[in-house]
C-alpha cells in the first residue's frame, strides 16, 4: 500500500511554469515502479500526462504535452515532480498522480492498471 499527496497547483497566466510534486509514503518507496501523472477537467476522461518507470528513468509523453512537460522522481526522497513550462489555458484540470506499484510502465496496458492515485491538486491557466 501507497499513499500519494500533490501539492504545486495553482493559477498561472499563459506561458507561464508550475511544478507539481507528489510525495508518496509506504515501506517500499517508489522503487522499481511505474508513476505517471494524470489531469482531468468537468465532462472528459481523464488523461495521462506523463509516466516514468523509476526502474531506468523512462519517461513517455503525449504529443500535446511533449517538448513542454518533463516529469522526473527522486527515489531517495521517495517524491515524483511534473515540471511545467509554457502552460496553455487548454492544461487546466485537476492533476493527479498515480502508482503501477512494481511494474515496468512498458507492462502497463492502460489507466486502469494504476491502482494508488493521489487526491489532486487544481491547476488553473488564465489567457
Known amino acids: 500500500q501507497v499513499q500519494l499527496v500533490e501539492s504545486g497547483g495553482g493559477s498561472v497566466q499563459a506561458g507561464g511554469s508550475l511544478r507539481l510534486s507528489c510525495s508518496a509514503s509506504?515501506?517500499?518507496?517508489?522503487?522499481?515502479?511505474?508513476m505517471g501523472w494524470f489531469r482531468q477537467v468537468p465532462g472528459k476522461d481523464r488523461e495521462e500526462v506523463a509516466t516514468?518507470?523509476?526502474?531506468?528513468?523512462?519517461?513517455h509523453y503525449p504529443e500535446s504535452v511533449q517538448g513542454r512537460f518533463t516529469i522526473s522522481a527522486d527515489n531517495a526522497k521517495n517524491t515524483l515532480y511534473l515540471q511545467m513550462n509554457s502552460l496553455k489555458p487548454e492544461d487546466t484540470a485537476v492533476y493527479y498522480c498515480?502508482?503501477?506499484?512494481?511494474?515496468?510502465?512498458?507492462?502497463?496496458?492502460?489507466?486502469?492498471?494504476?491502482?494508488?492515485w493521489g487526491q489532486g491538486t487544481q491547476v488553473t491557466v488564465s489567457s
Open positions: 498515480a502508482t503501477a506499484l512494481r511494474i515496468s510502465c512498458a507492462l502497463v496496458p492502460g489507466m486502469s492498471y494504476f491502482g494508488y
Open positions: 509506504g515501506p517500499a518507496g517508489i522503487v522499481k515502479t511505474c
Open positions: 516514468i518507470y523509476t526502474g531506468d528513468g523512462t519517461t
